[in-house]
């Protein structure tokens, strides 16, 4: 920053100039950092001082009438907020963005204004690659990447220690290495969720890597959920060499996807051979369960004897539906880290044409599905994004009225405190005006000390910069005004020598600024984020039971060949992960707002990371039933309403949830395990699902396995049900 100062007030003697360019400077090496490998890095800096170029011309052409800048700043406001949605790096550039757009409608010049602007702000885009790419290089830096490697391979050591227990019938010595194991596992998915929670904005962009790379946290936390729950079933199963098999092929699908994960654009041979492994181990499974049903008895009519049956088949099949749930959710994991490696093997023409990997929506595509998300009532994203787009206008409009001698401070101002809801807009008010009366002080006694010595003032600009860079950071954010404050001091001194004066007019500047702010904060959606947590949990569990529940009505759809092929829900699995970005981004609002969170992190997170699993197992029964191609003996029909009527009920509970959410009532209890029901479908599949000779059909595996989804998540209920009610507000 100041060597570009220098060159536009000193070399080119242009004040008007260096000042974009010190300020461009500031909006790109400081206020934001791009991570990702050094050519993403300064790919990202060209677009954003592209960009920055353009808004520059745009605020100046917009700054000749007022009405045209308070219009204009409102719609440009509103698109940088909001397209942030889109990508992480969009988000995480929107102050720098803003900033570019701001200093010029703030500063009235024509179109012959332009030329010079725009050409301080390129310098300072040009001066940003070099610095990014030379002086003090970071890392390449993917902490979502490497976290689920080693999360990948601890549970693949989790897998094999546990089938290795299993299979040596139950040996001391393996028991004390399954419980280092698991002790690892549990570390590293738990690692992995942190990093993925310690980001403002969802931690995704819009390149193919980063796309399949980010879907990882939820289904590496879906697979541990499974994993904990079966390792009794496997204990109980220990016999069940096919579902061991499955177990140990799973593990060795985990280790190539760590293997790639850990390079860039590896070789997936190995992970392609592990899935194909996975898949002949699952096949030998369900052929195995298909022959050891024992669907074919009957009994001889007594209570006892029937619940007796009841309980044996159900248990027959319990380890096998634990080792096909596993590797369904293994398989996604395999499949994501395949695209990932396939996307990074693209050739440079193939990545300027936007060709994807098979399987994979376009670059395009992502973007209108992740702003079409937030294209909601309820989406605080699009809340934020019209709060801070009036918020900038009024400010343009009341720095204009009012007749400041910096209306750029005020804007600034606005932008700097407005927050999500008044409470955390006062907090950022009161500490912006400590800290720019701080930062006044001191620049006035500085200058009281020094006066107005060009060589002092431009001696210390570097030091105040550094300090501006690490003080919100390192200190508070009152500190970082302080610090911005006398940067702002020094800079315009070094531009026309004014004293102190310069920081009593930031003062007062700053001071109208905050108060737009505040009045902004109270009149839109002033509650918070805790407030829009709880909507946004009611309508991701409404949309994810809905979701779950037509996958079930597709799955009973496929028994009925009458009615030819039946349509996958796509429209309700779209619907239920638009809901679930919604929630994403309201969690993480919620998690940034100061103050006492009246619910414990731990639960919320339970309640949120539930409707991932609620997804999956959806996605799950999908799966399931995607291999239907061949009619069984038997018209299905009894089965096919008791899954049915299953369903129902579950999608009833979670509704019934979403309405004690939003109102503050009691949450519903979870459901029991029904046994009546159970029996009810067991029998329904010995009548209408057996083979000719006796043999249960692959139709009746299934038919139960779509059950134990449906006890999958009764047994979620659990977890969430007593969460739900501290968040309910009870």
């Known amino acids: 920053m100041p060597a570009m100062f220098a060159l536009g007030e000193k070399v080119i003697g242009d004040p008007v100039l260096a000042m974009f360019a010190a300020f461009g400077s500031f909006a790109m090496l400081l206020l934001v950092d791009f991570s990702g490998t050094l050519r993403e890095r300064l790919q990202a800096q060209?677009?954003?001082?592209?960009?920055?170029?353009?808004?520059?011309?745009?605020?100046?052409?917009?700054?000749?009438?007022?009405?045209?800048?308070?219009?204009?700043?409102?719609?440009?406001g509103f698109a940088v907020i909001f397209v942030g949605v889109v990508s992480s790096v969009l988000a995480g550039a929107t102050?720098?963005?803003?900033?570019?757009?701001?200093?010029?409608?703030?500063?009235?010049?024509?179109?012959?204004?332009?030329?010079?602007?725009?050409?301080?702000?390129?310098?300072?885009?040009?001066?940003?690659?070099?610095?990014?790419?030379?002086?003090?290089?970071?890392?390449?830096?993917?902490?979502?990447?490497?976290?689920?490697?080693?999360?990948?391979?601890?549970?693949?050591?989790?897998?094999?220690?546990?089938?290795?227990?299993?299979?040596?019938?139950?040996?001391?010595?393996?028991?004390?290495?399954?419980?280092?194991?698991?002790?690892?596992?549990?570390?590293?998915?738990?690692?992995?969720?942190?990093?993925?929670?310690?980001?403002?904005?969802?931690?995704?962009?819009?390149?193919?890597?980063?796309?399949?790379?980010?879907?990882?946290?939820?289904?590496?936390?879906?697979?541990?959920?499974?994993?904990?729950?079966?390792?009794?079933?496997?204990?109980?199963?220990?016999?069940?060499?096919?579902?061991?098999?499955?177990?140990?092929?799973?593990?060795?699908?985990?280790?190539?996807?760590?293997?790639?994960?850990?390079?860039?654009?590896?070789?997936?041979?190995s992970l392609h051979g592990a899935l194909a492994g996975l898949r002949t181990a699952v096949a030998a499974m369900e052929e195995s369960a298909i022959a050891e049903l024992p669907v074919g008895r009957v009994t001889d009519g007594s209570a006892a004897k029937g619940e007796?049956?009841?309980?044996?088949?159900?248990?027959?099949?319990?380890?096998s539906f634990r080792a096909q749930e596993l590797a369904y959710a293994v398989s996604l994991i395999g499949g994501n880290i395949d695209l990932t490696a396939a996307a990074e093997r693209r050739s440079w023409l193939e990545r300027l044409l936007g060709r994807q990997p098979q399987g994979l929506a376009g670059t395009l595509s992502a973007a209108e599905q992740r702003a079409g998300a937030h294209v909601d009532r309820n989406s605080v994203w699009l809340h934020n994004s019209v709060r801070g787009a009036v918020g900038l206008a009024l400010a343009?409009?009341?720095?204009?009225?009012?007749?400041?001698?910096?209306?750029?401070?005020?804007?600034?101002?606005?932008?700097?405190?407005?927050?999500?809801?008044?409470?955390?807009t006062g907090q950022n008010v009161l500490r912006g005006l400590l800290g720019t009366v701080a930062g006044s002080v001191i620049g006035a006694l500085l200058l009281a000390a020094i006066g107005t010595n060009a060589t002092l003032l431009w001696l210390l600009l570097p030091p105040v910069i550094l300090l501006a860079g690490i003080a919100p950071a390192a200190i508070s954010f009152a500190a970082g005004q302080a610090?911005?404050?006398?940067?702002?001091?020094?800079?315009?001194?070094?531009?026309?020598?004014?004293?102190?004066?310069?920081?009593?007019?930031?003062?007062?500047?700053?001071?109208?600024?905050?108060?737009?702010?505040?009045?902004?904060?109270?009149?839109?959606?002033?509650?918070?984020?805790?407030?829009?947590?709880?909507?946004?949990?009611?309508?991701?569990?409404?949309?994810?039971?809905?979701?779950?529940?037509?996958?079930?009505?597709?799955?009973?759809?496929?028994?009925?060949?009458?009615?030819?092929?039946?349509?996958?829900?796509?429209?309700?699995?779209?619907?239920?992960?638009?809901?679930?970005?919604?929630?994403?981004?309201t969690f993480r609002s919620y998690l940034a707002e100061r103050g006492a969170k009246p619910v414990p992190l731990a639960g919320v997170t339970s309640l949120v990371t539930g409707v991932g699993g609620l997804r999956l197992?959806?996605?799950?029964?999908?799966?399931?039933?995607?291999?239907?191609d061949a009619p069984a003996a038997g018209d299905r029909t009894t089965a096919r309403q008791e899954l049915l009527q299953a369903s129902e009920v579950v999608r009833a509970w979670f509704e019934d949830l979403a309405r004690s959410l939003l109102d503050g009532s009691e949450p519903p209890a979870p459901l029991a395990h029904d046994r009546v029901a159970d029996g009810r479908l067991v029998e329904a599949v010995r009548h209408d699902l057996s083979e000719r000779d006796g043999r249960a059909s692959a139709t009746a595996v299934r038919m139960i396995w779509t059950g134990d989804h449906l006890d999958a998540v009764r047994r979620l209920q659990q977890v969430i049900a007593g969460t739900a009610s501290a968040a309910s507000g009870r």
Do not use: K
């Not at 590293?188 to 980010?214: C, D, M």
């Not at 499955?246 to 790639?260: K, M």
């Not at 001698?405 to 409470?423: D, E, I, Y």
């Open 46 to 76: 060209a677009a954003i001082g592209l960009a920055g170029c353009a808004l520059v011309c745009l605020g100046t052409l917009a700054s000749q009438q007022i009405w045209l800048a308070v219009a204009a700043t409102a719609i440009v």
């Open 95 to 269: 102050t720098s963005l803003l900033l570019a757009f701001i200093l010029p409608v703030t500063l009235a010049g024509g179109p012959s204004a332009v030329g010079m602007r725009v050409e301080g702000w390129a310098m300072a885009a040009a001066a940003s690659l070099v610095a990014v790419g030379l002086l003090w290089p970071t890392p390449t830096r993917g902490p979502l990447r490497s976290a689920a490697a080693v999360a990948c391979r601890a549970l693949a050591g989790r897998l094999r220690a546990e089938v290795a227990h299993v299979l040596s019938h139950e040996d001391a010595e393996l028991a004390l290495q399954r419980d280092e194991a698991v002790a690892r596992a549990e570390e590293a998915v738990a690692a992995l969720h942190r990093g993925f929670l310690a980001t403002p904005y969802r931690p995704t962009g819009l390149s193919t890597a980063t796309r399949t790379i980010v879907r990882l946290v939820d289904e590496l936390n879906w697979l541990n959920t499974i994993v904990i729950a079966s390792v009794s079933h496997v204990q109980d199963g220990a016999g069940h060499h096919a579902a061991c098999a499955v177990r140990a092929a799973a593990a060795g699908v985990l280790e190539a996807g760590a293997d790639l994960l850990e390079v860039t654009g590896g070789d997936c041979a």
């Open 308 to 319: 007796q049956s009841v309980s044996e088949l159900v248990t027959s099949l319990d380890p």
């Open 396 to 424: 343009v409009l009341v720095a204009s009225e009012t007749g400041v001698q910096h209306s750029f401070w005020v804007v600034l101002g606005t932008l700097s405190v407005l927050r999500s809801n008044a409470l955390n």
């Open 483 to 585: 610090a911005f404050t006398l940067t702002l001091v020094i800079l315009f001194n070094i531009i026309q020598p004014v004293g102190w004066r310069i920081g009593l007019l930031r003062v007062e500047d700053i001071a109208l600024g905050c108060g737009v702010s505040l009045v902004v904060g109270l009149l839109f959606w002033p509650r918070g984020a805790a407030a829009a947590l709880r909507r946004a949990l009611a309508d991701a569990y409404v949309q994810s039971a809905e979701y779950l529940a037509r996958a079930v009505d597709y799955g009973m759809l496929c028994c009925d060949f009458s009615a030819g092929a039946p349509a996958a829900p796509a429209q309700d699995a779209a619907r239920a992960a638009a809901a679930s970005r919604r929630l994403d981004d």
């Open 617 to 628: 197992v959806a996605d799950a029964i999908l799966d399931l039933w995607s291999h239907e």
